[in-house]
């Protein structure tokens, strides 16, 4: 008789348990089906977007002409591209493509006390791109640089 009531108050406890847990088992299967995307933006989220550019090039200037070269990746194809001169005679700017002495794909002027900052109209493609400063009226002084990025407005 003991043995009755041991087994069937084992019973009653496993049945106490096991009805407790299939119960909340449904309800996170319940909650899993009904789940939002987290990813999609709400009205008063605090969205933050990364943008995707890289500064291929930073430089001092110094000297009447350099050229230096730059490498747009695959995925990106515009560079903005900035000289600021801190000198006192003009610069002139070219960006080409493949080599020092390839198709120009940006040209500008910048005079002393100005920046140039400049980026491309239509996209690049991938490879190596050389930006040529030449200063005939004396040594150049300011910076220049060059980011890259997939599209045009993660530049400006």
């Known amino acids: 008789m003991k043995n009755i009531k041991k087994a069937s ?3 009653v406890l496993s049945l106490a348990v096991a009805i407790p847990l299939t119960a909340s088992a449904a309800a996170v ?5 009904t789940s939002t995307d987290v990813f999609a933006p709400k009205v008063g989220d605090h969205v933050i977007t990364p943008q995707a550019t890289n500064k291929v090039l930073a430089k001092s200037l110094g000297n009447t002409d350099i050229s230096e070269r730059f490498y747009i990746d695959p995925g990106y194809g515009y560079a903005r591209v900035f000289v600021s001169n801190d000198g006192t005679a003009p ?6 493509q493949g080599s020092a002495s390839g ?3 940006m040209s500008g ?7 140039f900052d400049e ?3 239509s996209a690049w493609s991938t490879g190596n791109f050389y930006l040529n400063l030449t200063s ?3 040594i150049m002084k300011g910076g220049l640089s060059v980011r890259i ?4 407005g993660e530049l400006q």
């Open 91 to 96: 610069i002139n700017i070219t960006v080409t």
């Open 9 to 11: 108050l084992l019973s």
């Open 109 to 115: 002027k910048v005079q002393p006390g100005k920046t």
């Open 149 to 152: 990025g997939n599209t045009r």
């Open 29 to 33: 299967s319940q909650s899993a089906n």
């Open 103 to 105: 198709p120009v794909k």
């Open 119 to 121: 980026i491309n109209g």
């Open 136 to 138: 005939p009226g004396g």
